[in-house]
């Protein structure tokens, strides 16, 4: 299994960006899916969930400018970052609990991450 992340860029203070990442690999189901963070010189940090069932939860710091959503069909999330500012840039990583059989344990996998720098 596999996540790959993708969408992230140079933006200036305002912008929006959106975030994508693709599961791929053998993979019966897809629990809880989500993004993390981590700055330089910071530990990372959970942006935001979204469940199987579409429950969503943020960090205090993005409610009311980040939207996570997902793509069951096509195993995907994504992460729309509006008003972005500068305390925004980081690496961002995907994750994403996976079974990837119908009698095996759910594991967690993560992406490689995407770099998000927003200028001031």
């Known amino acids: 299994v596999q996540l790959q992340a993708s969408g992230g860029g140079l933006v200036q203070a305002g912008g929006s960006l959106r975030l994508s990442c693709a599961a791929s690999?053998?993979?019966?189901?897809?629990?809880?899916m989500g993004w993390y963070r981590q700055a330089p010189g910071k530990q990372r940090e959970l942006v935001a969930t979204?469940?199987?069932?579409?429950?969503?939860e943020y960090v205090d710091s993005v409610k009311g400018r980040f939207t996570i959503s997902r793509d069951n069909a096509k195993n995907m999330v994504y992460l729309q970052m509006n008003s972005l500012k500068p305390e925004d840039t980081a690496v961002y990583y995907c994750?994403?609990?996976?079974?990837?059989?119908?009698?095996?344990?759910?594991?967690?996998?993560w992406g490689k991450g995407t770099l998000v720098t927003v200028s001031s």
């Open positions: 994750s994403a609990e996976i079974r990837r059989w119908r009698w095996s344990a759910v594991m967690d996998y």
């Open positions: 690999g053998s993979i019966f189901s897809i629990n809880g």
């Open positions: 979204i469940g199987s069932g579409d429950s969503t």
